[in-house]
């Protein structure tokens, strides 16, 4: 460490200060007032994914009932939100419960380790030159799951041949590598986007608005459903019953459809899956290939499903602005993409919504009592902590619903883990998990490129509870708000 090091302790360090970071700290600062906490954030802005993501169409996925915090239910029309709007949202949050004078910008942990004589993490921190010491009892890692420094692009031949530009949706807004060169100016082009998860169905028909025209190319398709961007339903109770009943019918609304409705899809995939193409269909006519461009070879939920808030992509593409193409790439020549068929697509911008790179806690270097521990070779207890590593929490959302539920849950389980420990006396705890006991399988079982490129690196996990990681809400609840602290696997010592 450098000769400016400077350090100071605290019981609790949060680790982001995103919509995770700020629900740690909503937690710890209401069940947990007699622990001193703080946060710490790479970056100089609050908001996480909502204030890093710029590109055009930037909006949630899921639902802003389930989306918003329990605590401070979304207030807006709109169930699907835009980015601006979201991110407004945690700044209020954060400024509300005072949680926004508790963040140190711009400190990048870089290094964790734990000592079980003293019962506690030394964290490593960078500020530009400057290099600082936090040592905490209790460590809440809540930096998201993927990288900061730059989106996943594939190599295809010929890339440097194209006469326009490429850009990663993860660049926009001043961000990546080529940020001197500003944002591009898509107003009039010919714009090629290469993808067919949420982001390219979320930019695609936000391009198309400015744009000459948008080709959304696909090597195979996606799942894709449209949903009103507002609830009506909802909408028209607001005023005639009392708020707070208003939010609590709204949030169990969306969390019991979204259990029925993966359940359906896992236990019943060939009806689901024509539900869905039957509502492309509905939509599109009969004269569109729908099973070309949206009936992909898996079953629902082997991916996430895309959203189409009030069909816009649909629309885009019955209006003649986007054409969806479904089609490898030969390679990149001067005036576009050449495609394995041997047709040509033209091209002046080519947006490569290709996908992210995952990196659980943001790929900071941990030391356990002088032993570097690797994630991935760890299983993961209750879905926040991790076999035999003391004192540490993360916050992993669902896959199949809004992250904030799952995040919420693991603050609350937390409060109750440091509340029980205080209580008793007891500095440390940690799941146990002796090697080779029980068969092991990966956490998140989808089958997206973006999760099967970072596998080796993802915490594993077990085929039986603690150690099974459930995408069922109702079940998560159960198990984090009341079931057993003191369990059969978590050890804690004085």
């Known amino acids: 460490m450098s000769a400016n090091l400077t350090s100071d302790t605290v019981d609790v360090l949060i680790v982001g200060a995103g919509i995770s970071g700020i629900a740690a700290a909503y937690y710890l600062k209401t069940r947990c007032p007699q622990l001193t906490w703080t946060i710490v954030e790479g970056r100089d802005a609050i908001g ?28 807006g029309q709109d169930a699907i939100a835009d980015g601006a709007s979201i991110l407004q949202y945690l700044k209020d949050t954060a400024r509300e419960f005072g949680i926004d004078r508790r963040i140190r910008f711009n ?18 921190i960078e500020r530009g030159g400057e290099e600082l010491q936090i040592r905490c009892n209790f460590l809440f890692m809540c930096t998201g799951y993927y990288r900061y420094d730059g989106g996943y692009t594939p190599s295809w031949p010929g890339m440097d041949q194209f006469s326009g530009l490429i850009v990663h949706p993860q660049a926009w807004g001043g961000r990546g590598q080529d940020a001197d060169r500003g944002d591009p ?20 028909p936000a391009l198309a608005r400015e744009a000459k025209h948008v080709t959304m190319l696909q090597r195979s ?14 909408n028209r109770l607001r005023g005639r019953l009392p708020e707070r009943l208003v939010n609590w019918l709204a949030r169990w609304k969306m969390i019991l459809f979204g259990i029925y409705y993966y359940r359906k899809a896992r236990v019943h995939p060939r009806e689901t899956r024509e539900i869905i193409l039957g509502g492309i269909r509905g939509i599109m006519g009969p004269d569109y290939d729908v099973e070309r461009h949206f009936g992909p070879a898996y079953k629902p939920w082997d991916q996430r499903v895309c959203v189409a808030p009030d069909a816009d992509l649909f629309g885009a593409i019955k209006d003649g602005k986007v054409t969806m193409v479904t089609d490898h790439i030969e390679r990149f020549v001067e005036a576009g993409l050449q495609l394995r068929s041997g047709e040509i697509l033209p091209a002046d911008i080519i947006v490569t919504a290709t996908g992210m790179r995952m990196r659980i806690m943001d790929g900071v270097e941990m030391i356990v009592d002088g032993q570097v521990v690797e994630l991935g070779d760890t299983l993961s207890y209750k879905g926040l902590m991790y076999s035999n590593i003391p004192n540490l929490a993360s ?19 937390v409060c ?28 998140i079982d989808f089958t997206s490129g973006y999760v099967q490129r970072a596998r080796d690196e993802l915490p594993k996990q077990g085929s039986q509870p603690p150690w099974r990681v459930y995408q069922n809400y109702v079940k998560d ?9 003191d369990d059969d696997v978590m050890e804690f010592r004085r």
Do not use: H
């Open 48 to 75: 996480g994914t909502w204030d890093f993501f710029r590109y055009p169409g930037l909006r949630s996925d899921s639902d802003m009932f389930t989306l918003g915090y329990r605590f401070r239910p979304w207030r």
């Open 107 to 124: 400190q990048r942990v870089r290094r964790v380790s734990w000592s079980s004589d003293e019962a506690l993490w030394t964290v490593d």
């Open 185 to 204: 100016d898509y107003a009039g082009k010919r714009v090629i986007v290469i993808g067919s998860g949420a982001t390219a169905v979320t930019i695609a």
């Open 221 to 234: 398709p996606s799942y894709v459903v449209s949903m009103p961007a507002r609830d009506d339903q909802v």
């Open 395 to 413: 916050a992993f959302g669902y896959t199949n619903a809004s992250w904030t539920l799952k995040c919420e849950l693991i603050c609350e389980y």
């Open 416 to 443: 109750r883990l440091l509340n029980y420990m205080r209580r008793r006396g007891y500095r440390q705890c940690a799941p146990r998990l002796a090697a080779g006991s029980l068969a092991s399988e990966p956490m």
């Open 477 to 485: 609840l159960l198990m984090m708000r009341y079931g057993k602290i």
